[in-house]
C-alpha cells in the first residue's frame, strides 16, 4: 500500500509527516479529507471497495471492509506503518436499514477488531454524527452530554459504532477519537442527499434553458450544517492532537432552516426555479424540529474552529457540479 519495504523506511526529516489511511476515501466527506491531508503534505491511502481515479500523491487501495477477516483487514491497513486511521466509511442516502447496519456497525466492529490485532498501534479518528442525538423543539444545543437518543435508522446504527470505538478505547484496546459530525455542506454533496438532488434538477434545468420545478416534502427543521473544507479541518486537527477516548461535536455552532439552503442554492444558481413543497398524509402537526450542536469542546480541545459561511459552501457546490457541463 506504501511501497516496498525499502520504500516504508522512514528517513530522517520524514517521522512527523502524517501517514494517514482513509477509509471512505473516495466517498464525498472522505475525498475532503484526503485533500485536506494532502495540503499538510502528508502520506495519504483512501480506501474505498472498488479503486478508482485518484488526485496526484494520493494511493488508492480497493478493499471491502466488511468482508475481509480482521487478521487481514489489520495488515493490509496497517503494512505502510500509517499513524492514523480515519474511518469516513458508512451509508446513509438511500440505503436501506440493513445496509446502514452493515456500513455504520458492523463495519466499525470488524475494524476496532482489526487495530485491537494489529501488530503495530495506530490511531483511529471515527467519524460519527449529530443524528446520534434526538432532534430537539426546544432550541437548546445539544453538547457531548446530551442524552443519545436517535430517532432514525441512520443515527442508531451510527450510535452503535460510536459506542463500539468508545468502548474498546475504554478498554485500552486502541487509541481512538470519535468527531460526531453536523451535516457537512459542499462540492461532492451525493445526488441522493437534499442539496446534491436539488442542484442536479438546477443543473438539468440549466441545460435545457427552463425553469426548474423543485418537488420537496415540507421542509420546517432546522438543522446545523457545516461547510465541508472546515469539517475536513477538524479532521486534520485531529489526526495532530492526543485526544483520545471521547466525542467531540464538529459543526457550525448555528442551527439554520433547511428551506433557507434550497433557496440559496437556487440563488447562487441563477438558474430560474419554482419549489414546490409536498405535504405528507398526517404530518404537518408537530412542532419543528431544530438540531443545533454546541462546539465548545472543540474549540477548547483541538483549537478548532469553523472558518467558512455556508454561503460558501453552497457556491462551491454549485460551481463544481455546474462546471462538469460547461454551465
Given at each position: 500500500m506504501f511501497g516496498s519495504a525499502e520504500e516504508q523506511y522512514v528517513t530522517p526529516g520524514e517521522s512527523d509527516r502524517a501517514r494517514v489511511v482513509v477509509l471512505g476515501g473516495t466517498g464525498f466527506v472522505g475525498r475532503h479529507v484526503c485533500a485536506a491531508l494532502l495540503g499538510e503534505g502528508g502520506e495519504v491511502v483512501a480506501v474505498s471497495r472498488h479503486s478508482g481515479p485518484t488526485r496526484p500523491g494520493l494511493r488508492g487501495l480497493a478493499l471491502d471492509l466488511c468482508r475481509t477477516p480482521p487478521g487481514e483487514l489489520g495488515q493490509a491497513l496497517t503494512q505502510g506503518r500509517p499513524t492514523v486511521v480515519v474511518n469516513a466509511a458508512g451509508a446513509v442516502w438511500a440505503a436501506t436499514e440493513r445496509e446502514m447496519v452493515t456500513a455504520n456497525t458492523e463495519l466499525v466492529r470488524r475494524l476496532v477488531d482489526a487495530l485491537r490485532g494489529a501488530a503495530q498501534p495506530v490511531r483511529l479518528i471515527h467519524l460519527g454524527s449529530v443524528n446520534e442525538y434526538a432532534p430537539?423543539?426546544?432550541?437548546?444545543?445539544?453538547?457531548?452530554?446530551?442524552?443519545?437518543?436517535?430517532?432514525?435508522?441512520?443515527?442508531?446504527?451510527?450510535?452503535?459504532?460510536?459506542?463500539?470505538?468508545?468502548?474498546?478505547?475504554?478498554?485500552?484496546?486502541?487509541?481512538?477519537?470519535?468527531?460526531?459530525?453536523?451535516?457537512?455542506?459542499?462540492?461532492?454533496?451525493?445526488?441522493?442527499s437534499l442539496l446534491g438532488r436539488v442542484a442536479h434538477q438546477l443543473r438539468l434545468a440549466c441545460a435545457d434553458g427552463r425553469t426548474a420545478e423543485i418537488r420537496l416534502t415540507p421542509l420546517r427543521a432546522e438543522r446545523d450544517f457545516v461547510d465541508a473544507q472546515d469539517a475536513a479541518s477538524a479532521v486534520l486537527t485531529a489526526v495532530r492532537s492526543d485526544v483520545g477516548g471521547r466525542v467531540i461535536n464538529i459543526g457550525s455552532g448555528e442551527a439554520v432552516p433547511v428551506r433557507s439552503l434550497v433557496d440559496l442554492l437556487i440563488k447562487v444558481s441563477g438558474v430560474p426555479a419554482h419549489v414546490v413543497e409536498q405535504l405528507v398524509h398526517g404530518g404537518g402537526d408537530e412542532r419543528p424540529e431544530r438540531l443545533e450542536v454546541d462546539i465548545r469542546l472543540a474549540r477548547e480541545l483541538l483549537g478548532w474552529t469553523p472558518r467558512r459561511l455556508l454561503e460558501d459552501a453552497v457556491s462551491d457546490l454549485w460551481r463544481a457540479l455546474a462546471g462538469t457541463t460547461g454551465h
Open positions: 430537539t423543539t426546544h432550541g437548546q444545543p445539544v453538547d457531548e452530554r446530551t442524552p443519545t437518543r436517535p430517532t432514525t435508522a441512520y443515527g442508531r446504527t451510527k450510535l452503535e459504532g460510536t459506542h463500539l470505538v468508545l468502548d474498546a478505547a475504554r478498554r485500552g484496546d486502541i487509541d481512538a477519537l470519535v468527531l460526531r459530525m453536523a451535516n457537512v455542506a459542499g462540492p461532492g454533496s451525493p445526488p441522493a
